[in-house]
């Protein structure tokens, strides 16, 4: 059993139970460096952990840029 | 909406002219233009998006404008700075940037503040402006920035630029969020690249600045729907926006309801660059350096010596010292470089050189791990320049 869900436009599938701190991990993305957005609406951080992955669910993950 | 005071604002025959095409638009008018000459803003850097937002912010007849820079124009900047011309190269970018913004309109009053934005300035710098438009290069000037905006109740007009990549919001505004909601902790020294070592489309903070000017605009004069709560952002290799919904965080350290920041902080210190700047001294002391006149020498005495070049090959392409060769650090950190160095040096004596120092000693970092020694030229190609021969260009 997985769940599918939409990352950046593409379909991920991850094990039922994931939590967005563990899509990242397993995405190899540093954290720190994020802004998501999950079903058009931003996911604070310190909702990360407690967040599980759901069918259906569409994430949009922003990287830091810091130049001027 | 920041609604200033116009009571006490006249505009003269001059500025009427010069600003009809705003006064027959509805939504600016004269009392449009008029709270746009009651507006004050500043400018947190003169560099890729402060130059085109601060021209156009100048043009439209924003009354004060703050420009805080300390930097001077490079030959490099010109690509994308476009307040900066030709014959400004060496000279103070606020004195380029007041000379160009003065020519294009005269009305325009400027505060010039040719320092470095800190902790201890920033507040009595920020006070007296409406806005504040950050387009700054570092990460702790945007935490700073962030910071003060909030403290002093600022709105704050963000705008960030890589490679083909462009970011816009507004922070801070109408119960808005602020930076530190997005992003409460720094990212770790030397993992986001800045534009001098990843690169950046000339035009892109053209694109990027000319946004903020309009959001800056459009609060002044209280129209439309600005960018607050919406992280706009554009792609200009595939020529697309998009956009992220942002909320204030009530967690956020700084602006959330139980704030735990309530004074400047050392923001150099809260970005790790003291620390990343010991470790990399450390790091260096271990290393042995060779000076760009010494490597001549040896060159010239005819010594056994292989010079690798480990940046990438474009830039080696752009220039070169002659006699080198190229072996870029991505390859040596993959694997593959690793084996080439060691047929390259095959007895000989190796020096690793790149554009100013740093990647030939995290390559010669790799390389004595597997057991091949190396001399790092100080300061790289650019020494080269600058000590034995200026025909070849710093890229």
């Known amino acids: ?68 | 909406m920041l609604n200033p005071d116009t009571t006490t604002i006249e505009l003269s025959r001059d500025e009427l002219e010069r600003y009809s095409r705003h006064l027959i638009l509805p939504e600016v008018g004269l009392e449009g233009q008029k709270k746009l000459k009651a507006a004050s803003v500043l400018c947190v850097g003169t560099g890729g998006l402060g130059a085109p937002l601060t021209m156009y912010l100048a043009a439209a007849g924003i009354g004060r404008i703050g420009l805080v820079d300390f930097d001077v124009v490079d030959a490099s900047n010109l690509q994308r700075q476009i307040i900066h011309g030709t014959a400004w190269i060496g000279k103070p970018k606020i004195d380029s940037a007041t000379d160009r913004l003065q020519e294009i309109n005269p009305h325009l009053q400027i505060d010039r503040w040719p320092v470095r934005l800190s902790s201890e300035n920033a507040l009595d710098i920020c006070r007296d402006y409406d806005l504040i438009i950050d387009g700054t290069d570092n990460f702790p000037t945007r935490y700073l920035v962030n910071d003060a905006c909030v403290l002093l109740g600022k709105p704050n007009v963000y705008g960030s630029i890589f490679r083909f990549e462009g970011q816009s919001t507004v922070f801070h505004y109408e119960d808005g969020p602020c930076y530190r909601c997005l992003y409460p902790e720094p990212p770790p020294p030397g993992l986001v690249p800045s534009c001098a070592e990843g690169g950046v489309l000339g035009i892109l903070p053209g694109v990027i600045g000319v946004i903020q000017a309009t959001e800056a605009v459009k609060i002044i004069l209280g129209i439309g729907t600005t960018l607050k709560g919406r992280l706009m952002l554009y792609d200009a290799l595939n020529m697309k926006f998009r956009e992220l919904k942002l909320r204030r965080n009530p967690e956020c350290p700084v602006c959330g309801d139980h704030p735990t920041v309530t004074s400047l902080i050392d923001y150099e210190e809260f970005c790790g660059i003291p620390q990343a700047r010991a470790e990399e001294e450390k790091a260096k002391a271990t290393l042995q350096e060779i000076t760009a006149t010494e490597l001549k020498q040896l060159l010239d005495a005819g010594k056994d010596v292989v010079v690798i070049d480990v940046r990438n090959p474009d830039e080696f392409a752009a220039a070169r010292i002659p006699g080198t060769t190229l072996v870029p650090l991505p390859k040596i950190e993959q694997g593959p470089g690793i084996e080439k160095v060691r047929s390259l040096v095959n007895g000989s004596a190796l020096v690793l050189h790149c554009r100013s120092g740093m990647r030939s000693a995290k390559a010669l970092q790799i390389l004595q791990s597997v057991g091949i020694e190396g001399i790092n030229l100080k300061g790289g190609i650019h020494a080269w320049s600058d000590e034995v021969d200026p025909s070849v260009p710093k890229v």
């Open chain 1, 1 to 68: 059993m997985v769940e599918t869900v939409c990352v950046n436009g593409e379909e991920r599938t991850f094990a039922p139970g994931t939590t967005v701190s563990a899509m990242l991990a397993q995405l190899a993305l540093e954290p720190r460096l994020l802004v998501i957005e999950r079903n058009g609406d931003i996911l604070h951080r310190q909702d990360w952990q407690k967040t599980t992955v759901a069918p259906g669910d569409r994430f949009e993950i922003v990287t830091v840029v810091g130049g001027g």
